[in-house]
């Protein structure tokens, strides 16, 4: 194999599949990009980690077709460190490859293209596409609510479901980790209607996210109840999907909150980020006071002593406090875009409901805490 390629464009699509490798592997071939150059001037750029697999094909010089699989880190990292706007030259012979630019001159180790595993989709029978802007806006809303906790694996990603709305057909995604919730949702796309309920794992989200600001137009996204795969411009994604059941989170969005709350959404989280200041790193709780058109946050800390604010905001419901993890509603305020928010509040028990408006198709939900 040899082939010549701009370093800038090496680099940038070596940027996109790195991030799948892990740093530690057992099995070495793992540690490795797959890059093959064909007759036609493309090259195909491939790292996975077994469950999720991402390739890119760019465009090179191809003097001689072939395949080889070389470490995807040191790769990436030569690449990063040779001059702007050099060219550079990939050549594979003998279990080493070479790599030329300007006065630079590494050979790598490689491993054989054959014991590089390949993700078997299958058949991939639900396909629709969805806007780059709005699929952005599906996961930037969702994702901070993933759980992290392992033993629930189920909760480890965002679900995706097709539902019927008062609005019509919709497609809705959710996530959760059992302190707080967060749900958006977008008319369902033709050819989503005979849609699996799927979760798309952590993972998987993360690496969609970081390729979809270089993207635009549409994303095609094709599923099973076990694979998903989304191919957007040059670079296709494939990954399994979390076999689980995610809980039936309907049931924990609030109906019959009566208490409103309106506020502008940055006085508050910057208010919080304040007072939260001199809170335990354990606990992170802050105190809402509500009372007629305004509120008071506050935290009491045994060792770092207590800090409060008062903010302007609009409440006429009977007094009442309540206490929340500060940085769980941080996260929520953050993804606020608009100047005015709704926290739909019951008692200090009970879940509180937050979103900008009715119409808004984004809903969070943010569990109390006892303070």
């Not at 592997?25 to 990009?33: C, D, G, K, M």
């Not at 090259?43 to 995807?72: C, F, N, R, Y």
């Not at 806007?131 to 901070?144: G, H, S």
């Not at 001199?278 to 008071?296: H, N, Q, Y």
């Amino acid at each position: 194999m040899k082939a010549t390629i701009e370093r800038a464009v090496l680099l940038k699509s070596l940027g996109h599949v790195q991030s799948v490798v892990e740093r530690r592997n057992t099995i070495p071939i793992l540690s490795n990009v797959l890059i093959e150059a064909d007759a036609s001037g493309q090259l195909k750029l491939m790292a996975t980690d077994l469950d999720l697999q991402v390739v890119e094909t760019i465009a090179a010089k191809v003097e001689t077709p072939g395949t080889t699989t070389v470490s995807a880190h040191t790769l990436f990292e030569i690449a990063r460190k040779l001059p702007e706007g050099s060219e550079v030259s990939l050549a594979a012979a003998e279990g080493k490859m070479q790599v030329k630019a300007g006065r630079s001159n590494f050979n790598l180790p490689t491993l054989p293209r054959d014991d590089f595993p390949v993700i078997a989709e299958g058949e991939l029978p639900t396909n629709f596409e969805l806007p780059v802007a709005e699929l952005i806006q599906i996961i930037d809303k969702t994702r901070f609510a993933i759980s992290t906790e392992e033993t629930r694996y189920y909760l480890n990603g965002i679900f995706f479901h097709v539902a019927e709305d008062a609005t019509g057909p919709v497609l809705k995604a959710a996530a959760t980790d059992g302190h707080r919730l967060a749900r958006y949702t977008v008319t369902r796309p033709d050819g989503a209607a005979s849609m699996p309920d799927v979760i798309v794992p952590r993972k998987c989200v993360g690496e969609i996210r970081k390729l979809l600001d270089e993207a635009e137009g549409n994303v095609e996204i094709s599923l099973s109840a076990s694979k998903i795969r989304f191919q957007l411009g040059h670079a296709v994604l494939t990954s399994k999907l979390i076999d689980g059941t995610f809980p039936d989170y309907s049931r924990v969005i609030p109906t019959a909150n009566d208490k409103l709350l309106k506020v502008d959404p940055k006085s508050l989280f910057q208010g919080v980020d304040r007072v939260s200041t001199i809170a335990s790193e354990k606990t992170r709780a802050v105190k809402v006071g509500l009372d007629k058109d305004r509120i008071t946050l506050s935290v009491t800390s045994p060792e770092n002593g207590t800090a409060a604010e008062e903010l302007a905001a609009g409440y006429d419901s009977d007094a009442m406090e309540i206490g929340f993890n500060a940085r769980y509603l941080s996260d929520i305020l953050g993804q606020v875009d608009g100047d005015s928010v709704e926290l739909h509040l019951a008692d200090a028990n009970a879940p509180t409901l937050i979103r900008e408006s009715e119409k808004s198709p984004a809903l969070y939900v943010l569990m109390p805490m006892r303070v």
